[in-house]
């Protein structure tokens, strides 16, 4: 399992507190029984949001919480989309 980011954490964390305010203002509860709910409805609003909110690139696309440094890639080749031939061919002469 990956590790959560840092972003998720701050959406989790931001999320569990405002819902909180927000229900304890709205519902003006005074209740130890009410307080509770709202405390679990919020902590499960904050770990939902912080389970989706998934760190995106500029392009959309979403990325592993953990990637690997560009110095241990530097070696690795880039595939780009705009190679679609395989990386073997076989030559001209070869083929039937």
Aim: aromatic share 2%; charged share 15%; glycine share 6%.
């Amino acid at each position: 399992m990956p590790r959560p980011t840092a972003a998720q954490f701050a959406y989790g964390a931001l999320t569990v507190v405002l819902a909180t305010l927000a229900m304890l203002l709205l519902s003006q509860t005074r209740s130890g029984t009410g307080i509770v709910v709202i405390a679990v409805a919020a902590l499960s609003l904050g770990l939902l949001v912080s389970c989706t909110a998934a760190a995106r690139t500029p392009s959309g696309r979403s990325v592993p919480a953990r990637t690997v440094p560009a110095a241990a890639r530097a070696h690795v080749p880039e595939r780009t989309a705009a190679r679609s031939e395989p990386a073997h061919r076989t030559p001209a002469s070869l083929r039937r």
